[in-house]
């Protein structure tokens, strides 16, 4: 009946064009402003209070952000990582992606102006390079445990690549472990980002290029001149998509390093760290500060390259 | 040597180099599926060897008996492809719905609340993570896959993208339906979504990867192992231990990663294109 209903009541309206509108987005619009806005609005109220789910809410003013800043502090001074958990994860994930963002980004431009050739297979590189992107990140990092175990794969291929390598203990050994979960990271998206710069760099029209060599430009003179500068908006793009995945990593170090970061909380990220105190500590408020924090590094991270370097555009 | 002579020489060395580093990389990109493969037929033994085996002897398909034979593993599979059905049927209808709406239907608020829905892209899901599980936990869904699903199955990139395939048709078909009296919902059903398949497509194929490779919204709100979905249930089946052979964990990766690779394989070329055209997110 309602639907009866509702169709005589649509007919009727002097603008079907509003009506209909509106309709067709409700259910888009209630799911996400629930989901969304008004989670963002709870998350935000969350932070000032103490629960543990079930009792009541007490108000604690500041207090849950005063434990992050107490946490940082410890850290600073040097207190053991256990005592200072979001410190050491904050460390831990600035470190990964400094190493992470740049050396994908650079490979994947390397690649990508490799395969920007009149080479034969260039779809079966862009597949190949591709398949790791379609893979669940916990999917491949069971398959890169084995491959790093200490008489694994990895190792046999870096001694026989690299003279006088040392098998290394990847996973169990708390110098090594952030490393590891940096290249898993770094092999599952550069592929993907070389496919979007090798597209970018296609669609650079030729008669740039035409004129560059009539100049007498070589062709680095060209890459440096000509490619990087137009690709500059994908670069940012791909930097600023990459800072976001970085910063939140929580899936590779879940499987590689466990929830509590591995052999000295080595593999610890703000992500497990959040996890961590919303359903092991059962402190939703501290959760909710802490995802406060997270979200001011993303945006200003963020927010200063894009001021730098100019807008990213799709 | 004359001068052309070596400008030749130079472009073929340097064309070697090209096809050396492109293939090197390919061997690593594809290196942990070809080893994976060849293992999941190998006994642990022979697979935890050093220097590392390539052919399976004795050749076994005890890995994946072991898989099956855990009771656990089949229901994952299930949840996990109800989990992305629901995901990919919702998002096919709400976003084409919405998009539609956003992109050829006038009414007030219209562009405020698209950019309302698009400013939701910039918040990091962590944010909203704990107040969700609430919000879920609340209304008694939580160990549900419907619970878990009802928080992807609008998604805002989803709208994004059917919104500008919609602005990129024409606008002369809607306006001579328009003039027909087909109303603007009769359009949506009978003009707009028939041309909009290869949009539909692209959501549908980036959602089921999406929601096929999900973990931390599965992790957080699927309790019992009954219900978890592959990843979820992987990752759960190596922590605990489940077998002492490292061998089933690598044949249960294979398994929970083919329908995704398969899909990537047989659709490729559309997907690149598209995952280029919307900037992909993977």
């Known amino acids: 009946m309602p639907l009866f209903k509702f169709s005589s009541f649509y007919e009727k309206a002097r603008n079907k064009e509003i009506v209909a509108g509106l309709v067709l987005i409700s259910f888009a619009v209630i799911l996400n402003m629930v989901f969304g806005y008004f989670a963002m609005i709870f998350a935000f109220f969350l932070s000032f209070f103490k629960w543990d789910y079930i009792g009541q809410m007490q108000f604690v003013g500041l207090k849950n952000f005063q434990i992050v800043l107490r946490d940082l502090s410890r850290g600073l001074h040097g207190t053991s990582y256990i005592l200072a958990p979001f410190y050491t994860g904050l460390k831990n994930i600035l470190i990964y ?42 999917i491949v990092s069971l398959i890169f445990i084995w491959l790093f175990m200490k008489n694994g794969f990895i190792n046999y291929a870096l001694v026989h690549v690299i003279p006088g390598f040392q098998p290394i203990d990847w996973i169990n050994d708390r110098r090594y472990l952030l490393l590891a979960i940096a290249l898993v990271a770094i092999w599952g998206t550069s592929g993907h980002f070389m496919v979007s710069f090798l597209a970018a760099m296609q669609a650079i029209p030729k008669e740039i290029y035409e004129a560059a060599m009539l100049d007498g430009a070589g062709p680095i003179r060209r890459f440096f001149f000509i490619t990087i500068p137009m690709l500059r908006p994908m670069i940012v793009y791909v930097v600023v998509l990459g800072l976001i995945g970085a910063l939140q990593m929580f899936d590779l170090a879940w499987v590689m390093a466990g929830a509590n970061g591995g052999p000295g909380g080595a593999g610890y990220t703000v992500a497990l760290d959040i996890y961590n105190e919303a359903f092991t500590r059962i402190r939703p408020g501290v959760a909710a500060a802490k995802s406060w924090f997270l979200f001011a590094i993303i945006f200003t991270t963020t927010y200063l390259f894009q001021k730098k370097y100019g807008r990213a555009i799709r | ?140 869904l939580i160990d549900n896959i419907l619970g878990l699903s009802l928080l992807g199955l609008v998604n805002v990139s989803s709208i994004f993208l059917m919104r500008q395939y919609f602005m990129s048709l024409s606008n002369e078909i809607f306006e001579a339906a328009r003039l027909d009296g087909c109303g603007p919902i009769k359009s949506f059903f009978y003009i707009a979504l028939p041309l ?5 497509g692209a959501v549908a194929v980036y959602q089921f990867l999406g929601s096929w490779n999900a973990f931390i919204g599965p992790l957080i709100f699927l309790r019992t192992p009954e219900h978890f979905t592959l990843p979820v249930g992987l990752s759960f089946a190596f922590q605990r231990a489940m077998w002492t052979e490292y061998t089933p964990i690598i044949a249960g990766s294979l398994v929970a990663s083919a329908p995704t690779i398969l899909l990537f394989l047989i659709l490729n070329k559309y997907l690149i294109r598209g995952i280029v055209i919307t900037g992909g997110k993977g």
């Open chain 2, 196 to 200: 909009a398949k290869p949009a539909l």
């Open chain 1, 97 to 138: 992606t400094a190493i992470v963002v740049p050396v994908q980004t650079f490979l994947a431009i390397v690649l990508a102006s490799f395969a920007n050739q009149k080479i034969k297979g260039q779809q079966f590189f862009k597949v190949s390079y591709f398949l790791p992107a379609t893979t669940s990140a916990v």
């Open chain 2, 1 to 140: 040597m004359t001068p052309k002579e070596k400008e030749r020489l130079i472009k073929r060395i340097w064309i070697v180099i090209t096809y050396v580093v492109l293939i090197g990389f390919a061997l690593v990109y594809l290196m942990p599926f070809i080893r994976s493969l060849v293992a999941s037929f190998m006994t642990w033994a022979q697979a935890s060897q050093y220097p590392p085996k390539w052919i399976p002897s004795p050749f076994t398909l005890e890995n994946y008996e072991k898989l099956f034979r855990l009771e656990l593993f089949p229901k994952w599979v299930r949840n996990t492809a109800l989990y992305s059905g629901l995901i990919v049927a919702g998002n096919i209808l709400f976003s084409s719905m919405a998009g539609y709406a956003f992109a050829r239907l006038r009414f007030p608020g219209r562009d405020v609340i698209f950019s309302a829905l698009l400013s939701l892209l910039m918040i990091p899901m962590f944010v909203t993570l704990v107040p969700n599980y609430i919000i879920i936990y609340k209304l008694g």
